[in-house]
């Protein structure tokens, strides 16, 4: 009954390569993310969906295409990856007045 | 714009000693607060949050952190830590729910 699950955990690709990551969760909550966390552990937001409409795109390449096909699920795209892509992506959830909920992650690794 | 600090990236302790995490925000609006902890090779999980009301909140698992409003700061503390309390530690800022600021994280490292 995991709240916010991401598949798959590991990713290892080359460069170049096109890769998308899942993301599910079960809790009804109406807002999605995708959060970033690089090797010194920093944490940064990417994009934000609420009710399968994104509110929050911040600076992130083009390469990177998040899609909403309902409020319970909220994929990430990668095109043509490059080694500064490599990172543990979070997704996330919450409900209005509610703290985020994140999934364990997945560890993309761009060789 | 938000910002939150973690002023210790690393902080050594030996078990059952006492210890404190710093966390400062800067936020021309009020804030709601929160601390996630990180074990190793998983996701962050909500360890305490603050919304309102009194100024000192605590966790099921014996950390407590108090909202300083006029330092803008949100320090963690235990009084006795554990080895299994060994893990990274994020302060967190939203001010409307909808997009949340974290900070550079803080490596708990507890010793026997």
């Keep these: 009954d995991t709240a916010v699950s991401q598949t798959p955990k590991y990713l290892v690709t080359q460069m170049g390569n096109d890769k998308s990551i899942k993301c599910e969760q079960n809790l009804g909550h109406d807002t999605m993310y995708w959060y970033k966390q690089d090797s010194k552990k920093f944490l940064k937001i990417m994009f934000s969906y609420n009710n399968k409409e994104l509110i929050i795109n911040e600076t992130v390449p083009n390469r990177f295409s998040p899609k909403s096909p309902d409020k319970a699920h909220l994929n990430l795209h990668i095109n043509s990856l490059e080694l500064g892509d490599s990172a543990v992506y979070f997704c996330a959830s919450s409900q209005r007045s509610s703290p985020l909920h994140f999934g364990n992650g997945t560890r993309l690794t761009v060789t | ?112």
């Design chain 2, 1 to 112: 714009a938000q910002s939150v600090t973690q002023l210790d990236s690393q902080v050594p302790v030996f078990e059952e000693a006492p210890v404190e995490l710093r966390c400062n925000y800067s936020s021309s609006v009020s804030v709601y607060l929160f601390w996630y902890v990180q074990y190793p090779n998983q996701g962050l999980q909500l360890l305490l949050k603050y919304l309102s009301g009194s100024t000192l909140v605590e966790s099921i698992n014996g950390f407590e952190a108090e909202f300083n409003k006029s330092q803008t700061s949100f320090h963690l503390r235990k009084p006795s830590v554990h080895i299994s309390d060994t893990a990274e530690y994020f302060c967190a800022v939203s001010y409307n729910f909808n997009k949340f600021y974290f900070g550079s994280g803080t490596k708990l490292n507890v010793k026997p």
